[in-house]
């Protein structure tokens, strides 16, 4: 249910943005939708396919797709969806740029969480190379949904405050 808020909001959010900035909002609509169906596919499968397997001892194959696995699919795909994510944060933050307070803080929280997401992921390859388990995963979820409460409230503020 948060990953269809989280769509809503990008979609708003394009609504929102000035004709000059629309580019920015629309190509971030467009990564936050292919965000989107990745996690909502890869969260399907895993509260779907997982517990019937296990139920009917179909266990040959699982590790690679269970959560559990650090190694597994599971983790590799939240990483590859909230990526994206980050990568539309970083497109709906010129929307907000240069405007008043409110708008300026918003898009450059943007900004921000797509930046700590790649320089988590270049640090942690880096320090961990192919052995970096769940460790960037954590951060970019963290991270990803710390600029959703944030932006999510100060984007109430200042949607509430357009007028009709």
């Known amino acids: 249910v948060l990953l269809l808020a989280y769509v809503a909001l990008m979609a708003s959010i394009h609504v929102y943005a ?3 900035r629309e580019i920015f909002s629309q190509v971030g609509l467009a990564f936050a939708l292919i965000a989107a169906t990745v996690l909502l596919a890869d969260y399907y499968m895993q509260f779907t396919v997982i517990p019937v397997s296990l139920r009917n001892n179909e266990a040959a194959g699982l590790p690679l797709l269970i959560q ?3 190694h597994g699919v599971f983790i590799a795909l939240e990483e590859l969806g909230y990526l994206v994510m980050s990568l539309s944060f970083l497109l709906m ?3 907000f740029l240069g405007k008043g307070r409110l708008e300026s803080a918003v898009g450059w929280i943007f900004v921000i969480g797509c930046t700590i997401a790649f320089a988590a992921l270049i640090l942690i390859s880096f320090v961990y190379g192919l052995e970096r388990l769940d460790r960037f995963e954590v951060v970019v979820i963290s991270t990803a949904w710390l600029v959703l409460l944030i932006n999510g409230i100060l984007l109430s503020i200042l ?3 357009q007028p009709n």
Do not use: A, K, L, M
Request: glycine residues 8%; hydrophobic residues 25%.
């Open 68 to 70: 559990y696995n650090p």
């Open 93 to 95: 933050g010129p929307v």
């Open 18 to 20: 000035s004709v000059e």
């Open 159 to 161: 949607f509430r405050r």
